[in-house]
């Protein structure tokens, strides 16, 4: 209990980079070093710092795991703590945030109080067997639940692809973040208004090469900066 006679709550910052490797659903997890929950697998977090906004905290958290500066989609999740008992060490409230990023992007690193940083599956992470700290498998099912939701009515999925991609590529990507197959016609008619075609092919494996496509605000932003268009 502080001077003012108020309980000392602690608030802090959980973190969720999502991206795709190997067709699958992943998720970066670090390990912790030091109790509670010594060993087990947990997601990247901080405390806020005193004079430190949420998002600057999210921010940090981001930087010190990965070494990303740079602005990528990032977003509010959930605040956690209506459970006392999340956290054995005193009550903590936890905000969490969750950002898509192409695997390219990342070059994890181990922060502090933690022995191991890596992607792992998010499947593999909330089977009923899976031990994770706190109550961080709530968080991840709650923001692969965001994920499913999302992709089906925004252009999240773009996050997660590089500027340029096939169509092919594309269904592939809203598959694995929907977690179901779709068709090919109904798929591409769903998103042909926010693609743009490059004029450009790419061979992909044994089939023949595909179109090479941008989304149309990259397009767009690409076309100002060789001052192609007048806004």
């Known amino acids: 209990m502080d001077k003012s006679g108020h309980d000392k709550i602690a608030v802090a910052v959980d973190f969720l980079l999502f991206t795709i490797e190997d067709d699958r659903l992943k998720i970066l997890m670090v390990r912790r070093e030091q109790e509670p929950f010594q060993g087990l697998l947990a997601l990247p977090g901080v405390a806020v710092a005193q004079e430190e906004t949420l998002a600057h905290a999210a921010r940090r958290c981001l930087e010190e795991e990965t070494g990303i500066t740079e602005p990528i989609y990032l977003e509010q999740l959930y ?5 006392c008992r999340r956290d054995p060490r005193g009550r903590v409230i936890s905000v969490s945030y969750m950002a898509l990023i192409p695997r390219e992007k990342l070059t ?11 992607f792992a599956e998010v499947d593999q992470l909330l089977a009923p067997e899976s031990q994770l700290s706190f109550d961080h498998k709530e968080i991840i099912a ?9 992709t089906a009515y925004t252009d999240i999925a773009f996050h997660i692809l590089p500027e340029e991609f096939t169509l092919p590529q594309l269904q592939k ?4 973040l929907l977690g179901k197959e779709l068709y090919k016609a109904n798929f591409r008619k769903s998103i042909q208004d926010m693609v743009a075609d490059t004029g450009k092919l790419r061979k992909e494996g044994a089939h023949r090469p595909s179109k090479v496509y941008v989304r149309k605000s990259s397009l767009k932003k690409q076309m100002i900066e060789r001052e192609e268009i007048v806004l």
């Open 173 to 176: 990507v809203y598959e694995i």
């Open 108 to 118: 994890e690193k181990s922060g502090k109080r933690v022995t191991e940083v890596f």
């Open 79 to 83: 605040t956690w703590g209506d459970d």
């Open 142 to 150: 709650y923001g692969r639940e965001r994920i499913r939701n999302k």
